[in-house]
């Protein structure tokens, strides 16, 4: 079993739904990270959290330390919203190495 | 947001060459910087961790000598691959850690190489 499991693997929905992708973590951590890897590879990172909630836009991301589950949400997606959504979460005493989910294909359809 | 820059963004090279990738923190400073490889469609992986002024740590199953990295400067870290074989082929990525002591991590967008 690995230690960051994402679900779902991919996702197509249509422009202006409400988007959830989860994550679960089997490990303490130090930090959750949300990341976003669009066609062509570059990441950038969305959100780092290690506790409650967190909005940035039409993102938010959420955490619960207790059931070591998060989500991030997209409300009003658009298709410029596509992209490989990754989950990365920091182990506690490890340096901040992250440990990886594989990754959420979203595809928002116009 | 901290920024972080890659060059080159892509390479192409002739098997048995060496190909520089360079890692950049353009507006702070960089403590240690992750190396991270890509196989399509697969998660990153983690090649080693490199911190200013000494010898990078690397991952179990990668190969110093191949992979050979240099973090001189708190701004700058570079990945060699040496004798570079078509099955190096992959997407490249550095991350720099803000701060001692945090996890506040920003990714540069990548190096694809293509060893033919």
């Known amino acids: 079993k690995n230690e960051v499991e994402q679900s779902p693997q991919n996702l197509t929905a249509q422009e202006g739904e409400f988007i959830t992708i989860n994550c679960s973590y089997s490990?303490?951590?130090?930090?959750l990270h949300w990341l976003q890897q669009h066609p062509g590879g570059g990441i950038v990172s969305l959100f780092m959290?290690?506790?409650?909630?967190k909005k940035h836009g039409r993102l938010i991301a959420t955490i619960n330390i207790q059931e070591k589950h998060s989500s991030l949400h997209i409300t009003a997606s658009h298709p410029r919203d596509s992209a490989v959504y990754i989950c990365?979460?920091?182990?506690?005493?490890?340096?901040?190495?992250?440990?990886w989910g594989a990754g959420t294909k979203l595809i928002i359809k116009p | 947001g901290a920024v972080v820059s890659q060059h080159p963004s892509w390479v192409i090279c002739k098997s048995g060459t060496s190909v520089k990738i360079e890692c950049r923190s353009l507006?702070?400073?960089?403590?240690?910087m992750f190396w991270y490889r890509q196989f399509p469609k697969q998660s990153l992986m983690l090649m080693a961790t490199?911190?200013?002024?000494?010898?990078?740590?690397?991952e179990q199953g990668v190969e110093k000598d191949k992979f050979l990295i240099n973090h001189a400067s708190l701004t700058l870290s570079t990945l060699t691959v040496t004798s570079a074989h078509p099955e190096d082929s992959s997407f490249y990525i550095c991350?720099?850690?803000?701060?001692?002591?945090?996890?506040?991590?920003?990714f540069g967008p990548g190096t694809r190489l293509t060893v033919l």
């Open positions: 991350s720099a850690r803000v701060q001692p002591g945090t996890d506040t991590q920003y």
């Open positions: 507006d702070f400073q960089a403590t240690t």
């Open positions: 490199s911190n200013e002024g000494s010898k990078a740590t690397y």
């Open positions: 959290l290690s506790s409650g909630k």
């Open positions: 990365a979460v920091g182990i506690r005493g490890s340096n901040y190495q992250l440990i």
């Open positions: 490990v303490g951590i130090s930090a």
